[in-house]
């Protein structure tokens, strides 16, 4: 069974001027047959188009030559009300470096380069949605 550990509502960031609404969570994940990784998730809502923003603190990460990596994704819905997940360069993120532990932010490329990589990116995210269900229906919720 799916659960998670040390979870924690971190910060918030509000810009109303902005239109601007930033709400950071993390915790470690338990999935599958005894996986746990750390995460980082930030709920973002700009002019109420909403996003999820998740990076997954993976440790080492392939062809990278770092030990303490962190992949990230964002999911968002399409004007055809859609959920669709996309790669992201973990620079592109909302995440500092204490967000992600002082992680190295791999690349979108670096993590497609990986076989397997995008089918464990996406059933890891959507295990999570499924878990945290704050995370998880974000999407659909009133905005901010």
């Known amino acids: 069974m799916d659960s998670i550990e040390k979870r924690s509502e971190y910060r918030e960031i509000s810009d109303k001027t902005q239109g601007l609404h930033n709400k950071f969570i993390r ?5 599958g047959d005894g996986y746990q990784v750390a995460y980082c998730a930030c709920l973002h809502d700009h002019n109420n188009l909403k996003t999820v923003w998740i ?32 790669i992201k360069d973990g620079e ?5 470096n204490d967000d992600i532990f002082g992680a190295y ?14 089918q ?9 949605f ?15």
């Open 27 to 31: 915790g470690m994940f338990n999935y």
């Open 55 to 86: 990076s997954f603190i993976t440790g080492e990460w392939p062809h990278t030559g770092q030990t303490d990596c962190a992949v990230t994704c964002a999911v968002y819905r399409t004007e055809d009300n859609d959920q669709a997940f996309i």
């Open 92 to 96: 592109e993120s909302p995440f500092t």
């Open 105 to 118: 932010r791999v690349t979108r490329e670096q993590v497609l380069a990986v076989d397997g990589a995008k």
């Open 120 to 128: 464990w990116f996406i059933d890891t995210y959507l295990a999570l």
């Open 130 to 144: 499924e878990t945290d269900k704050m995370i998880g229906s974000y999407l659909e919720s009133e905005v901010a």
